[in-house]
């Protein structure tokens, strides 16, 4: 199993442009989400989903969007990328066990610059 | 103020020393996470639990519901458990997503 992939690793993007963050997962997990990590401001959820054609917004949800529409695949969606955007993105997945705190599984990780 | 709060918030230990991590939570959880994350690496769930205590080689994650607080302890410490340390909370009700605490950067020397 390769769990949780995320492409690119590092991505440049100009002020305006729009881009696609891949994410999938091969463990046929039902959740899944998308977080930021920003220096002293730990990890904050940006989207997430608890199956295909399911999407939710998170805590930061402005500027990006998402769509699920097979299990294995959840990809974010810079619409005109921002300065503020520059952060270091991380999908993860896991499983949707009844009462909820399920270990997550994530990604490598993608580490994005807007100029 | 932060739902989950992480001390300290960066440690620096000498090799073999006993070092431990806090984390308190002011909401309903159904499950505590500690991650830990390398330099410029992804993220690595060491544990999930809800209750008591559990253990994996040199480290030792405890919890205690009543007064909303979480440990993670490392024994024997090594240069390579330098890494920040992360406690996420699983939320009792609504969606399943983790809330954060913002890391302990935790540095071993020799």
């Known amino acids: 199993n390769a769990g949780v992939t995320q492409t690119p690793k590092f991505q440049v993007l100009k002020t305006g442009q729009s881009m696609t963050l891949q994410c999938a997962q091969d463990m046929n997990h039902e959740y899944m989400s998308w977080y930021r990590q920003d220096p002293g401001m730990g990890l904050r959820l940006i989207h997430y989903s608890v199956g295909a054609g399911i999407t939710d917004q998170g805590e930061v949800p402005n500027g990006y969007n998402v769509s699920r529409s097979t299990t294995e695949d959840f990809p974010l969606r810079l619409l005109s990328a921002a300065p503020s955007q520059t952060s270091v993105y991380f999908c993860a997945s896991s499983s949707l066990l009844a009462g909820g705190g399920n270990e997550q599984f994530f990604g490598p990780g993608t580490r994005l610059t807007v100029l | ?110």
């Open chain 2, 1 to 110: 103020k932060n739902e989950v709060e992480q001390s300290p918030q960066n440690l620096t230990a000498q090799e073999g020393e006993f070092i431990t991590i806090n984390c308190s939570y002011s909401v309903g959880i159904s499950a505590l996470h500690w991650l830990q994350q390398h330099p410029g690496g992804g993220i690595v769930s060491l544990f999930m639990l809800s209750s008591g205590k559990k253990k994996h080689g040199r480290l030792i994650a405890t919890i205690n519901i009543q007064e909303k607080h979480s440990s993670l302890h490392i024994t024997a410490s090594h240069p390579r458990d330098s890494a920040v340390y992360i406690c996420a909370v699983s939320r009792d009700t609504g969606r399943r997503a983790l809330t954060f605490g913002s890391g302990t950067r935790l540095q071993v020397q020799p």
